[in-house]
């Protein structure tokens, strides 16, 4: 059975109170640094896994699909500007990327590899957005510039505050 406790917050915080739920009472002395950096965790893992299935879909479509099916789905222009041999290549690197975003860290061999997949996966989101605004679709280059960032992101996370190596 799930209650609300009264956590209180140390005196050098804005605020004399935080309302949460759980199902103990957290220890005394739990710091409000304590559940930023989970807050942090949380959000890292959520955007890698959205990352991962992006990208996991992204490339599968590249490596099974034909070029002319491709190329006929909606902002599916790009791919007449590449080989059919270059689209099955970049899709099997955001397959790897996307295994990369959550493998090593799931089974807890080489964990380094996530953040290094992100910059991977970032450099590929990097040449999609200059590859769409050469084609003049800015909306698609602002879609490949958000997943950009979210790779940054978890680039950023993962190699700097919430690594799995420290």
């Given at each position: 059975m799930t209650r609300v406790t009264r956590v209180h917050r140390?005196?050098?915080r804005a605020t004399?109170?935080?309302w949460a739920t759980s199902d103990e009472i957290p220890p005394r002395g739990t710091s409000y640094r304590g559940q930023k950096e989970h807050t942090m965790n949380t959000a890292l893992?959520?955007?890698t896994g959205l990352l991962a299935t992006v990208f996991l879909v992204a490339g599968a479509n590249k490596l099974f699909l034909s070029h002319e099916k491709l190329a006929k789905a909606p902002g599916g222009g790009w791919v007449l500007d590449f080989s059919a041999d270059f689209l099955k290549g970049?899709?099997?690197?955001?397959?790897?990327g996307a295994v990369g975003l959550v493998?090593?860290?799931?089974?807890?061999?080489?964990?380094?590899?996530?953040?290094v997949a992100a910059v991977g996966?970032?450099?590929?989101m990097a040449g999609a957005a200059v590859t769409t605004?050469?084609?003049h679709e800015p909306l698609h280059a602002l879609l490949n510039l958000v997943y950009?960032?979210?790779?940054?992101?978890?680039?950023w996370g993962r190699f700097g505050p919430e690594s799995f190596t420290g």
């Open positions: 140390h005196k050098d004399d109170a935080l893992w959520i955007v970049l899709g099997a690197v955001e397959v790897l493998l090593p860290a799931l089974v807890d061999v080489a964990p380094v590899l996530v953040p996966l970032a450099l590929i605004l050469r084609r950009l960032a979210l790779a940054v992101f978890v680039a």
